[in-house]
Antibody, heavy 118, light 108 residues
Framework: QVQLQESGPGLVKPSDTLSLTCAVS?????????WGWIRQPPGKGLEWIGY???????YYNPSLKSRVTMSVDTSKNQFSLKLSSVTAVDTAVYYC???????????WGQGTLVTVSS | EIVLTQSPGTLSLSPGERATLSCRAS???????LAWYQQKPGQAPRLLIY???SRATGIPDRFSGSGSGTDFTLTISRLEPEDFAVYYC?????????FGQGTRLEIK
């Protein structure tokens, strides 16, 4: 059974960098899949952030591209997200997910709420 | 960027009724690369449909998807109490993935 688990600080100060990690279990991150991040502001819809292949190929949402960095650590079977210069609008539940078939997210983490506040 | 517009915003129905949810794209979605997700409060989205009409593993056959080009539909043939949730469509025909704003399906 594929499982994903997000971890990281739940509170980040404005202008700081948000850092999250997604640990994958029950499946090798080096298998032929992409791995993605999606966020959801409280009470709002879903926004795709980006996705990464285990070899390091990456696609970012152009609206966030200047602030986003994603990476993969195959030795730990996990991948990570960094979002710099955060403001209150970056407050959201952040999900990691496995991507299949060019862009479908079939397994999701439970999500982690990150609040941007001083 | 392909913008997805879902309608209605909220749909009020009773258990046993048929639900029809719409997702319209601002431009044609190539190869019907359109997915539907269900999200309940406090939970992650759950994949229901991919490729516009293929059910994901374990999804009951009361859920069906149809459509092509710019117009897609999710149909729930006979609503069960656990089906009341928010539904999102998502296109993956371009490398820039986008979601619709969601349709809330509530109990009448």
């Amino acid at each position: 059974q594929v499982q994903l688990q997000e971890s990281g600080p739940g509170l980040v100060k404005p202008s700081d960098t948000l850092s999250l990690t997604c640990a994958v279990s029950g499946y090798s991150i080096s298998s032929s899949n992409w791995w993605g991040w999606i966020r959801q502001p409280p009470g709002k819809g879903l926004e795709w952030i980006g996705y990464i292949y285990y070899s390091g190929s990456i696609y970012y949402n152009p609206s966030l591209k200047s602030r986003v960095t994603m990476s993969v650590d195959t030795s730990k079977n996990q991948f990570s997200l960094k979002l710099s210069s955060v403001t209150a609008v970056d407050t959201a539940v952040y999900y990691c997910a496995r991507m299949v078939d060019r862009g479908v997210f079939d397994y999701w983490g439970q999500g982690t709420l990150v609040t941007v506040s001083s | 960027e392909i913008v997805l517009t879902q309608s209605p915003g909220t749909l009020s129905l009773s258990p046993g009724e048929r639900a029809t949810l719409s997702c319209r794209a601002s431009q044609s979605v190539s190869s019907s690369y359109l997915a539907w997700y269900q999200q309940k409060p406090g939970q992650a989205p759950r994949l229901l449909i991919y490729g516009a009409s293929s059910r994901a593993t374990g999804i009951p056959d009361r859920f069906s998807g149809s459509g092509s080009g710019t117009d897609f539909t999710l149909t729930i043939s006979r609503l069960e109490p656990e089906d009341f949730a928010v539904y999102y469509c998502q296109q993956y025909g371009s490398s820039l993935l986008t979601f619709g704003q969601g349709t809330r399906l509530e109990i009448k």
